[in-house]
């Protein structure tokens, strides 16, 4: 009997764990889409398209910030955070080479995010 009630917990806890664990996959994907936005903003020749890939990162870095959240992953979440900021001074700056500049912050920012997503996942 001891035996048997042993093996249910023995099993229930490798179950749980197997089916609760946290899955990161959807903040690693939209850091990686916010890395991407970044970078074409970084690469864009004049200010209107660089604020244009800004705002498309900070869509995808408030999707990554949230999805982190939801895996409980609080250095996604906050590198997430961090490039969010860079993309929102890109496209609210005035300036190109001031959007630049901060797009080319959001972008390592974005990175860490993905990498901090991805350690989560695992």
């Given at each position: 009997?001891?035996?048997?009630?042993?093996?249910?917990?023995?099993?229930?806890?490798?179950?749980?764990?197997?089916?609760?664990?946290?899955?990161?996959?959807?903040?690693?994907?939209?850091a990686?889409?916010?890395?991407?936005?970044?970078?074409?903003?970084?690469?864009?020749?004049?200010?209107?398209?660089?604020?244009?890939?800004?705002?498309?990162?900070?869509?995808?870095?408030?999707?990554?910030?949230?999805?982190?959240?939801g895996?409980n992953?609080?250095?996604?979440?906050?590198?997430?955070?961090?490039?969010?900021?860079?993309?929102?001074?890109?496209?609210?700056?005035?300036?190109?080479?001031?959007?630049?500049?901060?797009?080319?912050?959001?972008?390592?920012?974005?990175?860490?995010?993905?990498?901090?997503?991805?350690?989560?996942?695992?």
């Amino acid at each position: 009997m001891k035996i048997t009630i042993s093996a249910l917990i023995l099993m229930a806890g490798i179950f749980s764990t197997s089916v609760f664990a946290e899955d990161c996959s959807d903040a690693y994907s939209y850091a990686d889409d916010a890395y991407t936005q970044a970078k074409r903003g970084y690469n864009a020749d004049n200010l209107e398209y660089a604020q244009y890939y800004a705002r498309k990162a900070m869509f995808d870095t408030e999707d990554a910030m949230f999805a982190a959240e939801g895996c409980n992953c609080d250095d996604a979440y906050s590198a997430a955070d961090d490039a969010h900021t860079y993309a929102r001074r890109a496209y609210l700056s005035g300036d190109y080479d001031d959007a630049i500049g901060y797009l080319r912050r959001a972008k390592p920012s974005a990175d860490d995010a993905m990498s901090y997503a991805d350690d989560c996942g695992t």
